[in-house]
């Protein structure tokens, strides 16, 4: 079962207007929710986290928004520039038997943002 | 600050062959999660260790095995391999259990 959901595959945006990218998830106990970043041949980079207590973080040009009853939450970047232009994966984290903690990544969703 | 490496970057094997893969985790960090992304799907926790113990296990047979060495380096081994364990394997480290989580470049395992 797909706990956490990106439902589109592919966005595409002018440079300098909004990128709204998606996720959704269905496990009520996951604790925090994540968003990273890749670049084809590099490996996943961090981007912003937030907790499962708080609805929005900013940072800079990216906030996220989490709706807990909707279990949803939403990366906006304002403006959008080509450099953006990446696979985003939506994640959560939550705990092991064993403790640790695991993150439960979506299927991405590649943005490409035209100059 | 040295960031995560992986080695190989590409390595090609046939079925029921072994593999080892290595991570060497970023300076100063004591656990290292290993991630299966397969093609067109986000990555998939496999297990992590911390202090040279595994503490955490996704659902993977137990074919796959690993080991974090005192430095906090750390392997990972698919045994008898098969078709569907071609994929990208990511190594993360982190200070600690819920660290954030710094991820390689990843190894492009290709079975065939």
């Known amino acids: 079962d797909q706990q956490v959901k990106q439902n589109s595959p592919s966005l595409s945006v002018q440079e300098g207007r909004i990128s709204i990218l998606n996720c959704d998830y269905t496990n009520s106990m996951f604790d925090y929710f994540l968003w990273y970043k890749k670049y084809p041949a590099e490996g996943p980079t961090f981007l912003i986290s937030?907790?499962?207590?708080?609805d929005k973080n900013e940072d800079g040009r990216f906030t996220v928004f989490l709706n807990k009853s909707a279990k949803h939450l939403s990366l906006h970047i304002v403006p959008s520039q080509p450099g953006d232009s990446a696979v985003y994966f939506c994640a959560a984290s939550t705990r092991t038997q064993g403790g640790s903690e695991k993150l439960v990544f979506g299927k991405g969703t590649k943005l490409t943002v035209n100059p | 600050e040295t960031g995560v490496t992986q080695s190989p970057t590409h390595l090609i094997k046939t079925r029921g062959q072994q593999v080892t893969l290595r991570c060497s985790s970023q300076?100063?960090?004591?656990?290292v999660s290993w991630y299966q992304q397969a093609l067109g799907q986000g990555p998939q926790f496999i297990f992590q260790y911390y202090r040279e113990e595994e503490n955490g296990r996704g659902n993977f047979p137990p074919r796959f095995s690993g080991l974090q060495f005192p430095n906090y380096s750390s392997e990972l081994n698919v045994n008898a391999l098969e078709l569907d364990d071609s994929a990208l394997y990511l190594c993360?480290?982190?200070?600690?259990?819920?660290?954030?989580?710094?991820f390689g470049p990843g190894t492009r395992l290709t079975v065939t």
């Open positions: 993360a480290s982190s200070l600690g259990w819920g660290g954030e989580q710094y």
């Open positions: 937030i907790s499962s207590i708080k």
């Open positions: 300076s100063g960090h004591n656990t």
